[in-house]
């Protein structure tokens, strides 16, 4: 969780955080499939949640965002696309994050700055 310019981490990487909800309508193309059945992505997808209203985000946070993300992924060796980085409302429907301004589309922008 992001907050502040701050990261405070909630669940180990290696645990499930249920942080994309459950399964509403995904269109999300990384979904796992074994016999025949969706694995639920909460357990193979690693959540960066961060605090905001929905307005534009402050610049600490959006930094720390960026930040995050590119440790995350540099760990794996993995790079931003549409497979690696998914939005929560890819998987639930239901939801509206990351809204606008923490999106596949402003890392992939970002990333390469910080």
């Known amino acids: 969780m992001i907050h502040d310019g701050e990261v405070d981490k ?8 249920w942080a994309n909800g459950k399964m509403v309508k995904p269109i ?3 979904l796992l499939v ?9 357990l193979y997808t690693i959540s960066v949640a ?3 209203t929905g307005e534009i985000p402050t610049w600490k ?3 720390k965002w960026v930040q995050l993300c590119k440790e995350i992924l540099n760990r794996y060796d993995w790079t931003v696309n549409e497979l690696r980085v998914v939005n929560h409302f890819e998987i639930n429907a239901l939801k ?3 809204k606008a301004w923490f999106s ?3 890392l ?3 990333i390469r700055y910080f």
């Not at 669940?11 to 499930?16: F, I, K, Q, R, W």
């Not at 074994?34 to 909460?42: D, F, L, S, T």
């Open 10 to 17: 909630l669940v180990s990487e290696e645990d499930a955080a």
């Open 28 to 30: 999300w193309k990384g």
């Open 34 to 42: 074994e016999n025949g059945e969706v694995v639920n992505p909460n």
């Open 50 to 52: 961060v605090a905001s």
């Open 61 to 63: 946070n959006w930094v």
């Open 96 to 98: 509206s994050c990351p």
């Open 104 to 106: 596949r589309f402003y």
């Open 108 to 110: 992939n922008l970002l």
